[in-house]
């Protein structure tokens, strides 16, 4: 058999598992969000004291349906697993910004931890929202903020970690790389576990947080 009649079908064969492969890669976290800019919304001392407080108390509880009409429980005693609260403000660019973030870190605590979304709007409004920006966790509406201020969220991207037993392990003020890598470590704090490496990728390195919930500046 001549090289060229081997040479020509291993070529082929070549191309098309790396189109195949390109294909099924997943798509780049570049999402054009430029972090160099100083955050819209720095988290200031007074917001880190603030959510400070909320440290060991008996999370608020809430019972309720879904944008999808699942039932779902915002902590309260004996939760399967550890569960960490995302407040949404709906329009909010800095929400939107977060939410792929906050898709692979869910993604990375799947089956130990469980993560729950809370958006400002009504049913029909969050469920665009799921389904414009890709939740893979539930999202809950709260159009009255009854949830919101219950937590103590005054801007989105606030987010809290609750305990097995319901309580809050730490209310956090909004993002950064470091904010992330503390909420991987204390969610493997609470599972017992050694801490798995999370990669923050796009995250700011300056801590911010989002709109303000209310028609607050």
């Not at 001549?2 to 294909?23: D, E, R």
Request: hydrophobic share 40%.
């Amino acid at each position: 058999m001549h090289i060229k009649q081997v040479a020509l079908p291993l070529g082929i064969a070549f191309f098309c598992v790396g189109v195949v492969l390109y294909l099924s890669a997943e798509p780049s976290q570049d999402l054009g969000i430029d972090f160099n800019q100083p955050p819209k919304h720095p988290v200031t001392e007074e917001m880190v004291r603030n959510a400070s407080t909320m440290a060991r108390k008996p999370a608020p509880a809430f019972s309720l349906a879904d944008v999808k009409g699942e039932p779902q429980r915002i902590s309260g005693a004996a939760l399967d697993r550890p569960q960490l609260v995302l407040f949404i403000l709906d329009t909010c660019p800095c929400s939107i910004d977060a939410q792929p973030l906050f898709n692979k870190f869910s993604k990375h605590w799947a089956g130990k931890a469980d993560f729950i979304g809370v958006i400002n709007t009504d049913a029909k409004k969050g469920r665009a929202w799921s389904s414009d920006y890709r939740a893979i966790f539930p999202i809950v509406p709260d159009p009255k903020l009854e949830i919101i201020r219950a937590y103590h969220a005054q801007q989105s991207v606030y987010s809290a970690l609750v305990s097995r037993d319901g309580g809050i392990v730490k209310l956090w003020p909004g993002y950064s790389s470091d904010m992330l890598q503390e909420m991987n470590k204390l969610i493997a704090t609470e599972l017992g576990e050694p801490v798995r490496p999370f990669d923050t990728q796009y995250a700011p390195k300056e801590k911010t947080s989002g709109c303000y919930f209310g028609g607050n500046p």
